[in-house]
């Protein structure tokens, strides 16, 4: 393990800002992570847990230690007649994972194809699309409590999963590290191709009963042709999260923009596609300073080469005054800004 000095973050955020990391510190086993806790080192000391740097913006040098996560290895903890449980290292790469289970014929994640990112930051925001989210494959996670160096196990009630969030982004913030993580797959695949256009794009290829390679491939389409490639336009995915309103203000914003796009939730709530509501403020590829809007998905603020933070958070400022004014409604971040 070894620590180094005044490292550039560029490579290591995928809306590629260039800042500093006063220390930084790759790991490659849970224990050197448990090493690293039991030194000191971290004491009195702000830190980062860095995965995939895909879901993060950071504002300014970070003044402390940044701690990349890079265990890996998976494997198979038990089955039976419908499921498997595989156990994987915070750092795999989330699609390489996708990918093994496709291979193998492990269903439940097909819809999480492509999420850029690792294993161990899927939990803290619940990552999903098409559907699916990562609560409804998990079992559960081990992870080191950082003031004690304790291995401690969370199931699927301890993460407190909702919408791209769970207890380690609120009340234990900071206070653990994840090490792993248990998904409970299914040996018989239950297709979901009822989201977005999904179907349309499994008939474009005349594909009538897909299996999850097939659905898996439908999605990698949909989000190639709608998502920037983070290996050539810097951004995070999704800037912002979806809105969620109530019956109320749905109904008020329906009446005036007949057009707008929403899904209804339990409880007489609705959650507003918050692409919608920032195309039809005219953003959608807009360009500001180095930032802007992606062309294909307004929901993505993307870096159009050497954008600073400062502006990123002018593209969200700018976003989130015009959505307000035009519909009352708060766009909050998504994105991790540091
Ligand atoms: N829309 C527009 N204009 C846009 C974008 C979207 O009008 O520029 C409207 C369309 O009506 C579309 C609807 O919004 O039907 C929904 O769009 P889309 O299916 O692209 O999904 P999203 O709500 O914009 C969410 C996730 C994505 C995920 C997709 C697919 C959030 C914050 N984002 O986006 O996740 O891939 O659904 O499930 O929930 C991410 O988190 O980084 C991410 C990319």
Not at 57 to 72: A, R, S
Not at 201 to 225: F, H, M, Q, T, V
Not at 294 to 307: P, R, S, T
Request: aromatic share 10%; hydrophobic share 35%; glycine share 8%.
């Amino acid at each position: 393990m070894h620590i180094q000095k005044n490292i550039s973050l560029k490579k290591y955020n995928t809306f590629r800002i260039d800042v500093r990391a006063k220390e930084f510190v790759e790991i490659n086993s849970d224990e050197e992570i448990q090493s690293l806790i039991l030194s000191g080192i971290l004491n009195n000391k702000k830190f980062f847990i860095l995965g995939g740097g895909s879901n993060v913006l950071f504002t300014e040098n970070f003044d402390g230690i940044v701690i990349k996560i890079n265990t890996k290895g998976k494997k198979k903890i038990k089955e039976d007649s419908e499921h498997i449980y595989l156990l994987v290292s915070a750092g795999e790469d989330w699609q390489n994972f996708v990918e093994y289970c496709l291979n193998n014929n492990y269903a439940g994640i097909e819809n999480l194809s492509l999420i850029p990112g690792t294993v161990g930051a899927a939990p803290v925001q619940n990552i999903g699309a098409y559907g699916v989210e990562l609560k409804d494959v998990f079992y559960e996670l081990q992870a080191i409590e950082i003031e004690s160096g304790k291995k401690v196990k969370f199931n699927k009630d301890d993460c407190e999963f909702s919408y791209r969030n769970s207890i380690f982004k609120n009340k234990l913030k900071n206070k653990y590290i994840i090490l792993s993580v248990i998904l409970k797959l299914n040996k018989h695949p239950k297709i979901k191709i009822e989201y977005g256009n999904i179907k349309q794009e499994l008939e474009k290829s005349g594909i009538k009963n897909p299996g999850i390679k097939e659905i898996s491939n439908a999605i990698c389409n949909i989000r190639r042709n709608k998502l920037p490639d983070v290996e050539k336009i810097g951004s995070a995915g999704s800037f912002f999260k979806n809105p969620v309103v109530d019956n109320k203000t749905y109904f008020r914003l329906k009446n005036k923009f007949p057009e707008i796009s929403a899904y209804k939730l339990p409880e007489s709530k609705y959650k507003l596609a918050a692409g919608w509501l920032i195309e039809e403020c005219g953003f959608k590829g807009k360009t500001i300073g180095n930032a802007g809007i992606y062309k294909d998905q307004a929901l993505v603020i993307v870096n159009h080469g050497n954008a600073n933070a400062k502006e990123i958070i002018n593209v969200m400022k700018k976003v989130q005054k015009v959505v307000y004014e035009k519909f009352g409604v708060k766009l909050l971040p998504e994105v991790n800004i540091v």
